[in-house]
């Protein structure tokens, strides 16, 4: 048998995960737009879907009877179907809780004393690596792919991202995008998150040094889902955009999920392809 049909003899597969999101609409224009970019790229594996949310698989089973696999049901699912080769390729913005939750389970696959895939393998999220020795500059990738989406901004203007944030020290990832936006030349882009640092205050101040008086608001999250409707453009008094108008800026609300943005869409499939292709891939 030579080694060209010993492969096609394998089962291979590829699990998409994210955090979800229960719009159906975000679904498909976030998520749904990724894994076929996936499925175009890679025509040799079945692709999965799965979310880390079980509050998100719980509302859309209850409210719309959709049933989505979380990580560990997605992995079980591909075990009990006899696969041998599984990638994971991850729709996560920063190597946070949600991201660690699937490397663990990665990890426990892995090392099983009964090996219960020949391959299992994680790609990395969208900001990992920092371009230190051989390595890619994520970041700047991302800003590149992020640029092609940004409105233009003259003197007055800035663009305000919110990101997720939280206790993680993988929030530290957002203060790293903010300096490689400013070493790339971008100083009227501001990063804040709603549960981490920068605050959005901290980017206040900026924006009033910097005498701006126009604000467009953009959600750094793979969806614009609850966050972006309610933290950034929401009615209430604490959403940004309240923050943002009582602060006396003009502000616009721009509601697209980094999900819709191609280029983006592109970074992920090449973070798989990366995993697939190096078998001394560092994130398994």
């Known amino acids: 048998m030579n080694h060209q049909e010993h492969c096609i003899g394998k089962k291979k597969a ?3 995960v994210s955090f979800g999101t229960s719009y159906p609409e975000i679904i498909k224009m976030n998520i749904e737009s990724i894994e076929n970019r996936i499925r175009d ?4 594996y079945e692709v999965r879907r799965a979310f880390t949310s079980r509050a998100i698989i719980k509302r859309l089973l209850e409210r719309d009877g959709v049933q989505i696999d979380n990580e560990r049901q997605a992995l079980e699912r591909l075990r009990a179907e006899g696969y041998q080769e599984v990638y994971i390729q991850p729709l996560h913005i920063v190597p946070g809780a949600e991201y660690d939750k699937v490397k663990r ?19 990395r999220p969208l900001l990992y690596l920092m371009g230190q020795g051989n390595h890619p500059d994520d ?4 800003i590149k792919a992020l640029v092609a989406q940004l409105p233009d901004v003259d003197q007055e203007s800035a663009v305000v991202l919110m990101g997720h944030g939280g206790m993680h020290p993988a929030n530290a990832a957002y203060s790293v995008l903010q300096l490689k936006l400013e070493d790339a030349g971008y100083n009227r882009v501001f990063v804040y998150t709603v549960e981490g640092f920068p605050s959005l205050g901290r980017i206040i101040d900026k924006l009033k040094q910097k005498k701006i008086k126009k604000v467009a608001l953009m959600p750094f999250l793979l969806v614009a889902g609850d966050h972006a409707n309610k933290d950034m453009v929401g009615e209430n008094e604490n959403s ?3 923050q943002l108008l009582a ?7 721009y509601l697209h999920g ?5 280029a983006i869409q592109d970074i992920y499939v090449a ?4 995993a697939i292709t190096n078998p001394h891939h560092g994130h398994n």
Do not use: C, M, W
């Not at 696959?109 to 895939?117: L, N, Q």
């Open 14 to 16: 590829i699990i998409v």
């Open 41 to 44: 790229a890679f025509p040799d």
């Open 105 to 123: 389970l990665v990890s426990y696959y892995g090392h099983a004393k009964e090996r219960v895939f020949e391959i299992i393998r994680l790609g």
């Open 139 to 142: 970041y700047a990738i991302a």
């Open 240 to 242: 940004a955009k309240s």
């Open 247 to 253: 602060a006396g800026f003009q502000v616009e609300g």
């Open 258 to 262: 980094l999900g819709e943005n191609t």
């Open 271 to 274: 973070h798989l392809r990366s």
